[in-house]
């Protein structure tokens, strides 16, 4: 079946200007994440969504950021007014569960391909 | 979630075995160990997971040491398309607020030479 996508694949900003980022999750996955991950590094988590709701968005370096996923399908990471650390994959995730107690230690995440962002 | 240690890099021959270990000596009871990898322009993806018991699947094979403060991912034949950065993580089964997301190091980068 068809896997997490995203698009676009690459995205080229000038600093200052506002990107929208869009992810497409696993149909029927509860839960969608956002990570960021700078060259070299590990992905490093933004935010959670379980359907439509925005669970944790600890990560999120600055009031910048700003994600959504209004009818618990589709997201969009929205970064305005982008500076040239913002640049990075930013990647996608879903997954069948729910944050209930118990048996969230066997969840998989799958990944979709990334936005790779440039920010001149 | 608690913390894990792997080699920055290790390299294979291939169609050779390959052993990645993973120390985790603070790893709590209801820890389980999560194996991901990346491949060159690729999100993650996952490989393997346990608790306690060694784990089979068709990717890969997972060895947990009796006291769990190691795990070794082995893979049985490596090939071109291994290459990959491999991350060990840890979930806990009960977690709460703020630990739902995967917790990523900076993984072990595997090189395979033909």
């Known amino acids: 079946g068809a896997g997490v996508s995203q698009s676009p694949r690459y995205k080229v900003a000038k600093r200052g200007q506002d990107v929208a980022l869009r992810c497409d999750p696993i149909?029927?996955?509860?839960?969608l994440f956002w990570y960021q991950q700078a060259l070299g590094q590990g992905p490093e988590f933004l935010t959670y969504f379980q359907n439509e709701a925005q669970l944790d968005k600890s990560g999120l370096p600055s009031d910048r950021f700003f994600a959504e996923r209004p009818e618990g399908s589709v997201s969009t990471l929205k970064i305005q007014r982008t500076q040239q650390e913002d640049s990075a994959v930013y990647l996608c995730?879903?997954?069948?569960?729910?944050?209930?107690?118990?048996?969230?230690?066997?969840?998989?995440?799958?990944f979709g391909p990334g936005t790779r962002l440039t920010v001149l | 979630d608690a913390k894990t240690t792997q080699p920055n890099s290790m390299e294979s021959n291939e169609e050779e075995p390959v052993h990645l270990p993973c120390n985790h000596s603070t790893i709590s009871g209801t820890d389980y160990i999560h194996w991901y990898r990346q491949l060159p322009s690729q999100g993650p993806e996952y490989v393997i997971h346990g608790l306690t018991s060694n784990v089979n699947n068709r990717m890969a094979s997972l060895a947990i040491a009796e006291d769990r403060k190691s795990s070794t991912l082995i893979l049985h034949r490596a090939t071109l398309r291994d290459a990959a950065v491999y991350y060990c993580?840890?979930?806990?089964?009960?977690?709460?607020?703020?630990?739902?997301?995967?917790?990523f190091g900076k993984g072990t980068k595997l090189s395979v030479i033909p």
């Open positions: 149909s029927g996955h509860v839960s």
């Open positions: 995730a879903s997954s069948l569960a729910v944050r209930t107690s118990g048996g969230v230690g066997t969840d998989t995440q799958y």
């Open positions: 993580i840890l979930r806990d089964a009960y977690s709460g607020a703020g630990s739902y997301q995967l917790t």
